[in-house]
């Protein structure tokens, strides 16, 4: 601000010094407060990998990522053990990807309905229901999954398909196990189906009314509008949601840590009990000796780098997609 | 809307004017095609709804002989075999840590979203943003361990540590909707301050934040929101407890209802599962109704 002149008689325009500095140091107490985002993210990459350094030295990055061997040392020193990160890595995805497979296509249904079909009463109780479900503490769904999912649901499903002419695939092959990856990504999709239906949902009501009146005015019925206008134009969006939740999935820990059965076996049936990133960490760093904690900080790790490629990836398509807000809640 | 096509009467035979009530067969498929694919996103929002029932529906059912009065106010016994007693401790350790987290991180994230808005178009602004945004998406268990490496391994298990992590997890949250909040005051409101000489400083604490001040309550909400319903971080940060724990960072840890029903689920015995799933309607409880104050505050919001 501009003060021309410091008139100092009576009924001129006055102004002091005072607080002149307030300006410069509230911008700059902004600033850091912003840096401080920054700095967060990159303390926490940098501490947790020169923890986890011994090991990487000691196995290799790569040998590591592909070793299929997981037994930790007693050692408060150095690396005794064997560390193999191939066997939750392989779970991690196997579930994310099964949970994206279900959750997306429902997201996709639930994104139209509410916005194309929903009478105008129904969307607002729509939204706040599906944001709710996200709003729902993971340990609730954990011990809703493994008194009533399960049991109830996924197991019986599970036995019916290992059983089924479908079995025969090596992919879907019986027995079917209580604690399994498929019994992981079944839950898993109904905790992250609020965020893939809520970016979806902003994408398809962001397409421009013109073009959605033309196509009906063109005699085009309501699917039509939706096929040919409606998602083609929201595509990029539903991608960046379906990274989304790929990354919430990569993430999501005490779900998978009561469902997926915390075997290393790493078989190639969807029904057999593995192990994920997430759920090695929750379930083993309790009794976890100094060396095995290295092994969790590597895998760790890890998992901020599958989920931070999947991330910033998901953004940069979101972004592309024109702006999308209130995503940051679900 | 209409549903069927016009064909061009030309199209016809010479000399047959179709009524418009007369549907074509292709138009008629296509109208047929129509309703089922409605009845088909019908079906998955049935789909995406139904487990939202049965998690409140089982949650609710499976509480009832545990929860109660003396649930909110005792400790849980100290075998699981043992009925009655209550999360007390838990409660206590998981409003003490996310408030903590709170008070930490609330004007943080204010004051980080008051540099994107007033100077919002600059790369590093561009750059923050984009960070906060792939900062919602990082493992909260990640977050966890990140915390346990840097503070953990010096102070101990205890509040303040898994406070910090709360905090860490809530940040990004806060930040994107206190932004988005800020974006929507009026410019008017802005200049009309600048204009009665105000400062930069003065506009934005005494004019903009309150005008954005009920969508920056709600987004800091669903912020405490999620907090209160992190469990895995904890796990790593602040351990657990068997007692009401008051200190700030004591070394020996600090209880949560997430950690207690955690190690409820996982023994055998019905009286500890039914303290868990006590444990369950009362973090939903909290979290539910904190999102739904949240709401009818922005409601009120005014601009």
Known sequence: ?330 | MSTDTLEPTSSGPAGSQRSLYELEPTARRRRIKSRVMAMVLLGAVIGGVVPLVIILWQVVVNSGEAFGWSFLTEVEPLSYREAGGGYLHGIWGTVYTTGIAALMVIPLGIAAAVYLVEEGGTWFARVVRFFTDVMTGVPSIFVGLAVYAILVTRLRFGTFTGAVALGIIMLPIIVRTAEEMLHQVPPDLRNASFGLGARRWQTTLKVVIPAAGPGIITGCMLAIARGAGETAPLILTALGARTVVMAFQGGNGQADIGLLMTDGLRQPFDAGIERAWAGGLTLISLVLILTIVARLINKRSQI
């Open chain 1, 1 to 330: 601000m501009t003060t021309p002149t410091l008139d100092k008689g009576p009924g001129g325009l006055r102004a002091s010094g005072k607080g002149r500095l307030a300006d410069p140091l509230f911008r700059w107490a902004v600033v850091v407060a912003a840096t401080s985002v920054l700095v967060i993210l990159a303390v926490m990459m940098g501490r947790t990998t020169v923890s986890a350094w011994p090991i990487f030295q000691a196995e290799g990055v790569w040998g590591f990522l592909t070793g299929r061997e997981w037994s930790t040392g007693q050692s408060r020193s150095e690396v005794t053990g064997s560390y193999g990160a191939l066997p939750f890595i392989y779970g991690t995805v196997v579930i994310s990807v099964l949970a994206v497979v279900i959750a997306v296509p429902l997201a996709l249904g639930i994104a139209l309905f509410t916005n194309e079909l929903a009478p105008w009463w129904l969307r607002k109780p729509l939204v706040y229901a599906i944001d709710t479900l996200a709003m729902v503490p993971s340990i609730v769904i954990a011990i809703v999954a493994v008194f009533f999912f399960i049991p109830v649901v996924t197991d019986p499903m599970g036995r019916f398909i290992a059983d089924s002419p479908l079995g025969a695939l090596p992919l879907l092959s019986g027995p079917a196990q209580r604690a399994s990856y498929w019994s992981a990504g079944l839950v898993l999709s109904i905790m992250i189906l609020p965020i893939i239906t809520a970016v979806t949902r902003e994408t398809f009501a962001n397409t421009p009314p013109d073009e959605r009146n033309a196509a009906y005015a063109m005699g085009a019925t309501r699917w039509e509008v939706m096929r040919w206008v409606i998602i083609p134009r929201g595509f990029p969006g539903m991608v960046g949601g379906t990274m989304l939740g790929i990354g919430r999935a990569l993430g999501e820990t005490i779900v998978v840590a009561f469902t997926v059965g915390s075997s290393q076996r790493m078989g190639t049936s969807l029904f057999f009990g593995g192990d994920a990133v997430t759920a090695v960490i929750f379930n083993t760093f309790a009794t976890a000796s100094p060396e095995a904690i290295w092994g969790l900080l590597a895998l760790g790790v890890t998992l901020f780098v599958m989920t931070m490629l999947v991330n910033v990836l998901a953004r940069l398509i979101v972004m592309r997609a024109g702006r999308v807000s209130g995503d940051a809640a679900v």
